[in-house]
Structure formats: C-alpha cells, structure tokens
C-alpha cells in the first residue's frame, strides 16, 4: 500500500492540473478515500488473494505447521466481524480465510428459501455472496482507517506531533481484512461451458480459489449424505480445464482449484466411459464397476448391457433408476485415483470428504497419494456432520483397548453422554480434538482447515439462548447481560453499531462535500457516545 504522504501528493498534483474548477478538492480527503477503498474491482481482490494463497502453500510446503484455516460464512456480516475479530485477537489476518459454502448458500440464500445441499439454488447466488463478502470487508478496511484519520486529526489539533507520526505509521502500515476466499462451485452447476461462466462470475467478484467436487451435477448431494454419484474423470477433468481457462481469460494467472473427491462415500457412477486404449483414465474407472461375469448369452436379458474388463465381459450391476454401482471396498482406491489424476492435470489441491476426522485415515490416502504426487496438500473439511465429541471419545476407547488398558467402566456406544464428561477419557478426547488441526497438517498433508457450516450453528446457538431468556424470567437482562454487557467487555466493536453501519465514514464524507455546513449525525446527542469508554 502507498504511504499517506505520497496518496497525498498525487491527488494534489491531479487536482492542480485542472485549474480552478477542481479548487473545492482537498487532496488529502481523495487520499484517505482512496486509501479506504484500496481495491477497485473483484478481479483486484482475486489477484491479490490468490498471490497470498500461493505464498501460504509455499510456506507450508517449507514447514507444515504453516498451515491455514477458515470459517464458513452465510453473510457478509458475518465474514466482517470474523476478520475484524481475528485482527483484533492476533493482530494480523494471515493465514487465515474466509469459506463461501454451498450448503449455506442453499439452506440461507436461496430464493426458494431453505434448500438442501444439491445444487438446486440459484447458481447467481454464489458469485452474489463473495462480492457481499468483499463489500463487507472493504467497509471493515474503511471503518479502521477512519479511526486512524480521527486520530490523527486529533493529534494535530492538540499540536501533539508525535501522536500525529504515530497515527500517520500505522495508517501506513495498515493490514486489510481483504483474505482469501475459497469459494465452492458444487459439480459445476452443469456441463463444462456451465461451469466456465459460473467460474468467470465468482473470479470477477473476487474468488482467488474455487472449490469443485466430482459429483454429477444434476444429481448432486451434500458429501455427508447418501446417494452420491460420481463422474469419470475425463468429465471432471473438462472442468478443472473450465476454472482454469476462465482464471487465466481474466488475468488471474495464479488462481486456485481445489478438486474434491466424494468417491470415498460414493457407490454409483452415471455413465461407463469410453475407453480408447488398455489401461486409459476410462479403463481404470471402469476396472472398479460392479458386475456379473457373463459367458453365455443366456445370462443376459433385454435391456442389459456388457462391457469388456480385461479379458472378461461385465454385465454391470444397475439399480432401477439406471445408475451402476461400483464395486464394495473401493472407495479408497478410487479417491487416490481421483486425486492423482486431478493434480497431474491441473488442480492445486484436493479435499478429500471422509466419514469421520480421523487422521490414521486420511495419513493413509495421502501417503498414497504422495508416492506420486509428493507435494499433495488437502483442504479439510472439520464438518459440523461430524459428532467430534462421539467420534474422538470412540477413538481413545478404541486405542485404550487395543494398548490393554482398563476401558471397563466406559459403555463404547454411550460416550456422548454428560456421565463421562470430565472423565479421564473424555479429557483426552478432548486434547487430541484441540491438537487436530496441527497434528493432521503434520501427518496427513492437510493445508488448510476449515469449518463448512459453523456460523449457521452459532447463529441457532446465540438466538436459542436469547430467546429462552429474553421471552421468559430474565428479560431484558437477558440481552444486557448476555449479549450487550459482553460485547462491552470484549471489546467488539458492533456494540457501536451505527459507526459499525457506516455511519462515522458517512459523516466524514458529508463533510468533505459540503464543509462546514455538513449535517453530521455524530453529535453530542448522539447515543453511541455511552459507549466510549
């Protein structure tokens, strides 16, 4: 970013040279506005984010405890009071995103109102989002500097110099919420031009990485749910091809793809490929097919149909529908398939969706993965569909049992329940959960972690617990003393909320245009003044 003294200097020498007409112009007002508004487009944003992301898998890549995580947001808001937020603990946004999640834009976005995870929401609505996202997060950058210029102007106005050089240093120093956002495209949202034009609006709103999975588009389920079907990669590939070309149309030619697999959790495919050669992508797909050897036609019956394996000829197994299934116990090969085949031609990342966050698991599929692909990293969904409590519980138990331990007074299958809550066991659980992030960027290759749907949940949680005291004995003090009362103490700056709103910048601007005679709403009588101190 450009120091306030040099923003400064070139608006006075554009002013200057148009005479007169532009006398009116302050130059350092253009600098401080220019200065809050430091990216002009989406394609701004993306160029600069996907320059960050590619520094942190490099830095990662050096050192895995390098890695990087996110939240999944559902509004703008949101996402700008997790960044603000994240400034304010650690003092710096890096290595830390924002994830733009399908199931939210289904379940809170849509037109339709809630919606289920299968790509029946309006597809406008995720390019839609991120420029939301960014647009809050642009504000969030313009509200802080604001500050910043108030207290300069406040330094200056006592005559205090070196408050004033101080303001001045950290103004130019400033640290953007602008990060970037992993934007989850589903299947592509139809064919591969489909899917080349959806990309093209969520890179023009600022996406610097789209996520795209390996399901059929128009029979598309979330990854924890059943029913997935899969499609050949020669498919899949064409849409990898499809973000790329639109990254590389739109000049951002270190864009990011991440290619998700859903093959772990999925038993059907659409449609058998065409081999065109022994041993293809297509042959290798289709080695994984279900079916009935057949050796005489008598086995066949209208309808059905044959193909050759080998030195075999298949009859597939369908189901009514037409789909065919994919052999039992073949998920894990087929995701290293996936995976393998998705970075040889042109992904960056993979996500792999699991059943359970089990790092002895995903280690294993990365390891296969890395025997030819040796810088593999994954994006890791820590998913609400998890039951972390249950599924770590299980796993000490488990462990517990297999080192000889005594696991006597603990029933495997009633874990969850509050009896076992301060337990020696439940303890441990809860320490491999709090080391799981960094333990499996360590040990099975995972780059970036993220929580797809958590603000949905806090959301629910927040208002659950406001409405059960606001509307029953508590009243008001149940706002005041677990909702206002902490923000207060915490130090979250949307207990202003009109200056969180705009409003101290709307002022600001007021009197860049109309001097003295601007209306200002920041006055004495102002009640957001109860809360400066």
Known sequence: MQTYNNKTQQASSTINQQGPTWAAMNPEFVARMQLQNRFNTGLDIAKYTAKIMREDMASYDKDPANYTQSLGCWHGFVGQQKMISIKKHFGTTRSRYLYLSGWMVAAMRSEFGPLPDQSMHEKTS????????????????????????????????????????????????????????????????????????????????????IQIENQVSD???????DGKVTVPHEDFLAKINAVRYAFLELGVDDGVIVARTDSLGAGLTQKIPVSQTPGDLADQYNAFIDGEEVTS???????????????????????PNGL???????????????????LQNGADLLWIETEKPHIGQIAAIVNRIRDVMPNAKLVYNNSPSFNWTLNFRQQVFDAWLEEGKDVSQYQREKLMSQDYDGSMLAEEADERIRRFQKDAAAQAGIFHHLITLPTYHTAALSTDNLAKDYFGELGMLGYVREVQRKEIRQGLACVKHQDMSGSNIGDDHKEYFSGEQALKASGKDNTMNQFAV
């Open 324 to 342: 065919v299934r994919f052999k039992p116990n073949t998920g894990e090969d087929r995701v290293v398939l996936d995976c393998i085949t998705s």
């Open 126 to 209: 995720v390019p839609a989002l991120i420029e939301e996202l960014y647009t809050f997060l642009k504000q969030a950058d313009a509200r802080e500097l604001q500050h910043l210029f108030k207290e300069m102007d406040d330094a200056r106005e006592a005559g205090d110099q070196v408050r004033e050089q101080a303001a001045q240093q950290k103004i130019d120093n400033f640290e953007t919420h602008v990060v970037p956002i992993i934007a989850d495209i589903d299947a592509g949202f139809g064919n591969e031009e489909a899917t080349y034009l959806l990309a093209k609006k969520m890179i023009e709103a600022g996406a610097c990485c």
């Open 219 to 225: 029979a598309k389920q979330c990854g924890h749910q």
């Open 297 to 319: 036609l008598e086995q066949m019956k209208s309808g059905d149909m044959a193909i050759k394996l080998g030195n075999r000829l298949i009859k597939p197994t369908r189901l």
